[in-house]
């Protein structure tokens, strides 16, 4: 295997619509210039997963994420680019790879007519693991998800953070070199994605590699090694979590609400962020008298913290996480 889990140069994929494509093979007929009509979910990424890290894939719903791990994870072929696996084409050596990745995909489900002890075991002798191996990781697994008191139940009956967590349970039963989950803990209340963050760290201590989506910025805070920003199909910035919040430019968050229409007023006390009709000052302690001043002076109200994730993913992105991408 090479020095690097996952290698991407320059990937791009482009979609085009049934209406543009058969709009295309009209306009040719008629002899006018045709428009691609193309949309470009991923506009050059490249990014570098080394073995045992754990990296996070930042962005707004339509920012790219799941379409690069689909690449990533032969489900999609990308339209040009490079994706390496342990130095394996995901587009050419597709088998080769499968035997190296486990994926947990957005919005996956077990399958209904199994318990998640059968739909974990299943798997695992599906892979080629052998029967002693596969009852015991199966039984470990489910353990480490805590869902020991539903394993026998058919997922169909199950809640949907149940559910979420048989197919965590059924990924980290792997082992596999390297792991994509996308949104692993939607759905789950706070203890259960605790319990996924704890057995995916042990995991990497194991030697596994992860490649994970989140919305949950205190997630990526908490599990993430390294972080890669993507908006627009584009990577923004990359770097550990107190990198990227270095880069903001200040200390301190002075959260105005109501402040957009005075924004302009905020804007020499440091980096502002519009987040709906509130206004985000970054800024540094020596300053903060002055923005308290202003705001009280126009009847605002304003809180202080420390400069946080979602700082970072404002300043990169210039808009919040939970919006949707356009």
Known sequence: MTSDALRATDVRKIYQTRRFAGWRRATARSGRAPDDGAVEALSGVSMTVRPGE???????????????????????????????VFGQDVDREADQVRALIAVVPQEGKPFFHLTPREQVYTYLRARGLSRETALSR???SLAQMGIEDVADRLSVTLSGGQRQRTMVATVIATEAPLLFLDEPTIGMDPFARRAVWECLRRLTRKGSTILLTTHYLDE?????????????????VEGTSDALK???????????????????????FGHCVGDGEAVHVITEPPRLGEIMEVAVRHGLNATVGPVTLEEAFLRAVGRSIDDEAS
Do not use: C, M, Q, W
């Open 54 to 84: 754990r990296v996070g894939l930042l962005g707004r719903n339509g920012a790219g994420k799941t379409t690069f791990l689909k690449i990533a994870s032969t489900l999609l072929t990308p339209t040009s680019g490079e994706v390496l």
């Open 138 to 140: 199966t039984a470990e």
């Open 220 to 236: 990526a805070e908490a599990l993430a090694e390294r972080l890669y920003i993507i908006d627009r199909g584009t990577v923004l």
């Open 246 to 268: 270095h880069r903001v430019g200040g200390t301190l968050r002075v959260s105005v609400k109501g402040g957009k229409e005075v924004e302009a007023l905020f804007a020499s």
